[in-house]
């Protein structure tokens, strides 16, 4: 039974720039939620899909977006990078029914912005 | 708002020996859930033990048990008998809603 993952594992972007950092799943979960990690900080929501809609949203910026497809993937997007987006990138995944009370994480995407 | 703190920014404890990390948080929700979490170096975050806020019961994971103080909004992890696979950093976190709040994290060292 494969855990949730994220690719890629590394990312080296400059400022300006675009970037699109995917998760899946662990099976059977239909929720993906998503992490910012700063150095040295804990993970700060950026936002959860069910259904394919954002469900809930912490208090990120309109240059973070996501989608969520039909087999539950998702993928996470940062318009106009910035130094500040360097961090380390987290997607969990649930149950949005039964079982919403644990979130089950990936190894993360490091993103570093020059 | 709510928010999760935890105190210790690092801690350190001989192998073998008991350590108890803290941590206090701030809600006015009555059913949420309440988590530690151990991320080591090699970033995955995997959960150490969970509590229900509606289950008086502390809850026990083998060598880790957390003492749940509702009222006083307190959620400390003891890790009993530590290990050098113990070193890692640990936060704290409080989920309500589908939203889960992070503490700031206690780094721990085991030393052997």
């Known amino acids: 039974d494969a855990g949730v993952t994220q690719s890629p594992t590394h990312l080296i972007k400059t400022r300006g720039q675009q970037v699109t950092l995917r998760c899946s799943p662990k099976?059977?979960?239909?929720?993906v939620s998503w992490y910012q990690q700063a150095l040295g900080q804990g993970p700060q929501f950026i936002f959860q899909?069910?259904?394919?809609?954002?469900?809930q949203r912490g208090n990120f910026p309109d240059r973070f977006s996501g989608h969520q497809f039909p087999n539950y993937s998702s993928e996470l997007n940062v318009n106009a990078l910035l130094l500040g987006d360097s961090a380390l990138y987290l997607c969990?995944?649930?149950?949005?029914?039964?079982?919403?009370?644990?979130?089950?994480f990936g190894p993360g995407t490091r993103l570093t912005v020059l | 708002a709510q928010t999760v703190t935890q105190s210790q920014p690092e801690m350190s404890v001989q192998e073998a020996e008991t350590v108890t990390l803290s941590c206090t948080y701030d809600t006015s929700e009555n059913n949420y859930y309440l988590f530690w979490y151990k991320q080591p170096p090699s970033r995955q975050m995997i959960l150490v033990i969970r509590?229900?806020?509606?289950?008086?019961q502390n809850a026990t994971e083998n060598r880790f048990s957390v003492n749940f103080q509702k009222a006083a909004k307190s959620f400390s992890l003891k890790i009993s008998d530590s290990q050098l696979g113990d070193t890692a950093m640990y936060f704290c976190?409080?989920?309500?809603?589908?939203?889960?709040?992070f503490g700031p994290g206690t780094s721990l060292s085991v030393i052997p």
């Open positions: 976190a409080f989920l309500a809603y589908d939203k889960v709040i």
């Open positions: 509590q229900e806020a509606y289950k008086q």
């Open positions: 969990a995944s649930s149950y949005w029914t039964s079982g919403r009370d644990e979130q089950f």
């Open positions: 899909y069910y259904e394919e809609e954002e469900r």
């Open positions: 099976s059977g979960h239909d929720t």
